[in-house]
């Protein structure tokens, strides 16, 4: 079955530590996209890539980084300089130039211990 | 002015009942619109794309009016299945979707 798969599921991080989100999709989508959710508050776009190797800043990417090396695989890390990175992640993907909207992956809840 | 206000709820319903949401949004150039599901600690699915005609799939109606830039959904004969968080989307572009911050749906015995 084709679809996004995220990973790991749950991820707890330490003051002042790098963690990296696993994104994998077989949907053979071109558009990929990270957004984190908080509670009470709409999803907000962090980074997206439409094409590999060229990737975008979205509203919150301070404290964010990306890479888009093969079209399947978009991980995000989220670094020390995110000073408030608890939240639930998700990434999506969307065939490029339609408007059908988006396929969400299942999503990483990242705990700040 | 948020670019999606939707109203937070929680709506609390019977099943059997109809239920609607509306959403406003702040850009008139908005070119997509759609409701997507989310359940408790769960990924958003798509409902529903947002037709200027309106469109309807089962027991779920969407209409949107441009004039007055809001959308809404209608949901008929709820069922206890229908509990979730509803997200009202809107998009310039692909690559521009803006999402509102859900209205929670209880639909009780």
């Known amino acids: 079955d084709g679809g996004i798969t995220q990973s790991p599921k749950y991820l707890f991080r330490k003051e002042g530590q790098n963690v990296t989100l696993s994104c994998e999709q077989n949907?053979?989508?071109?558009?990929m996209y990270w957004y984190r959710q908080d509670p009470g508050q709409g999803l907000r776009l962090i980074y997206y890539?439409?094409?590999?190797?060229?990737?975008q800043k979205g509203d919150i990417a301070e404290g964010y980084s990306v890479s888009r090396e093969k079209k399947e695989s978009f991980p995000l890390t989220v670094t020390s300089a995110q000073k408030n990175p608890t939240a639930f992640y998700l990434c999506?993907?969307?065939?490029?130039?339609?408007?059908?909207?988006?396929?969400f992956g299942s999503g990483t809840r990242l705990t700040v211990v | 002015r948020k670019e999606v206000e939707q109203d937070p709820g929680p709506f609390n319903v019977p099943e059997g009942a109809t239920v609607a949401f509306n959403c406003t949004y702040s850009n008139s150039a908005s070119q997509s619109f759609f409701w997507y599901r989310q359940d408790c600690r769960k990924e958003p699915k798509l409902l529903m794309s947002?037709?200027?005609s309106g469109n309807e799939d089962g027991r779920f109606t969407a209409q949107l009016n441009r004039a007055s830039q809001y959308i809404s959904l209608l949901i008929r004969d709820s069922k206890l299945s229908d509990s979730a968080t509803y997200l009202c989307?809107?998009?310039?572009?692909?690559?521009?979707?803006?999402f509102g911050a859900g209205t929670r749906l209880t639909v009780k015995p």
């Open positions: 890539s439409q094409i590999v190797n060229d990737f």
């Open positions: 949907l053979n989508h071109d558009a």
């Open positions: 999506a993907s969307s065939i490029e130039r339609t408007f059908y909207g988006y396929t």
């Open positions: 947002v037709y200027s």
């Open positions: 989307v809107v998009s310039l572009n692909n690559n521009d979707m803006r």
